[in-house]
Nanobody
Framework: QVQLVESGGGLVQPGGSLRLSCAASGVTFSSYAMSWYRQALGKERELVAGIRNPGATTHYADFVKGRFTISRDNAKNTVYLQMNILKPEDTAVYYC????????????WGQGTQVTVSS
């Protein structure tokens, strides 16, 4: 059974930092591209950042460039999202997603973790 379990969300003040983790099980982790999405209340889910294998090219949404960093540790089956200089507009539920390199339809979502940026 495939599981993606996010953790690390919470309440943080503007300008603060959080590090999200997403631990995968039931998949050959290195065979999947990993990404983070977010969905704010009343808005559509949007891509935040993505990474293929360690050392490979990462990509970021314009609204997080220079503030967020995505990384992965294949030995730990975990992808991370380091979020710095958080803004109130970063408030959302953050989800990780795994997509198989060889089959885009082979993909999985985590259950999400809430990030709230507020003073």
């Amino acid at each position: 059974q495939v599981q993606l379990v996010e953790s690390g969300g919470g309440l943080v003040q503007p300008g603060g930092s959080l590090r999200l983790s997403c631990a995968a099980s039931g998949v050959t982790f290195s065979s999947y591209a990993m990404s983070w999405y977010r969905q704010a209340l009343g808005k559509e889910r949007e891509l935040v950042a993505g990474i293929r294998n360690p050392g490979a090219t990462t990509h970021y949404a314009d609204f997080v460039k220079g503030r967020f960093t995505i990384s992965r540790d294949n030995a730990k089956n975990t992808v991370y999202l380091q979020m710095n200089i958080l803004k109130p507009e970063d408030t959302a539920v953050y989800y990780c997603r795994a997509v198989a390199y060889k089959d885009y339809d082979d993909n999985y979502w985590g259950q999400g973790t809430q990030v709230t940026v507020s003073s």
